[in-house]
């Protein structure tokens, strides 16, 4: 096997303004030397990668503007493509859950808690009864 010479080697394309430039190469052969191994004392971080704690400062702050898709699932149910066609407005569909179990608390797809279904002031409310894991 030859080894690669220089004028063998293909020439790397182009990356914006120089961001690749030509460094001298040299072999080990023609340095005489065998690769030094990495000391981890010879690395220090750099200045420019620190984040400036003023920054984030206020993670509460930055915690109160996440959005959590919550959602509640009181149920589902199957019913074939016909059936489904011939839903009117007033037909009801029953779920397989029972009254009493408790609805499904999920945030982001994921469960986080069990309730009950209340009504207050008119509108369908959930109390949270059950968290996993607890």
């Known amino acids: 096997m030859n080894p690669i010479s220089k ?6 394309p182009p990356q914006g303004n120089d961001v690749i430039r030509d460094a001298p190469e040299r072999s080990n052969a023609e340095t005489g030397s065998d690769p030094l191994p990495l000391q981890l004392s010879e690395i220090t971080p ?3 990668c620190v984040a400036p704690s003023s ?3 206020n993670i509460d702050a930055l915690m109160e503007e996440i959005e959590v898709d919550l959602r509640i699932d009181l ?5 074939k493509l016909d059936e489904f066609l ?10 397989d859950q029972e009254v009493m179990a408790p ?3 999920l945030a982001n797809e994921k469960i986080i808690a069990y309730g ?3 009504i207050m002031s008119g509108k369908f409310s959930v ?4 968290l996993p894991g607890s």
């Open 75 to 79: 149920g589902n149910t199957c019913m």
């Open 86 to 95: 011939r839903l009117r407005k007033g037909a009801v569909i029953t779920l």
């Open 55 to 57: 920054g984030f400062s």
């Open 116 to 118: 009950e279904i209340l």
């Open 7 to 12: 004028t063998d080697s293909m020439p790397l």
């Open 46 to 48: 750099a200045q420019d």
């Open 127 to 130: 109390r949270i009864t059950e």
């Open 103 to 105: 609805a499904i608390i």
